[in-house]
């Protein structure tokens, strides 16, 4: 699935995209937090978790030049609790970008 957003685009990540998004996604802790903490890691781990699967259960959002704007993804723990976690680049907040991936999440 894409979605045309004024020189956005929307798509389903591939496994070729984790270290452009794993960049994308300490550059939002760095923002927040001053520092890039865990979430590699965990990004890493939720990707090789069985009940997760790429293609259904995340979404990025990238310029007409291919840089990583967002990061949004779903999974679940025990076919009971359902998570989310959503990042947009510091520079591309305020946009709405949030907002069209967490309609997407759900």
Request: glycine residues 4%; negative net charge; aromatic residues 12%.
């Amino acid at each position: 699935m894409s979605v045309l957003l004024s020189n956005l685009v929307a798509r389903t990540p591939t496994i070729e995209d984790f270290y452009s998004i794993a960049e994308l996604v300490a550059a939002c802790d760095i923002a927040e937090h001053g520092i890039a903490d865990s979430s590699t890691r965990d990004l890493a781990s939720r990707w090789r978790n069985y009940s997760f699967h790429l293609e259904s259960d995340a979404w990025v959002i990238t310029t007409g030049r291919k840089q990583f704007v967002a990061f949004a993804c779903v999974w679940h723990r025990d076919h009971e609790e359902f998570y989310t976690f959503i990042c947009v680049h510091p520079q591309y907040r305020k946009r709405g970008i949030g907002t069209l991936l967490l309609r997407m999440v759900e």
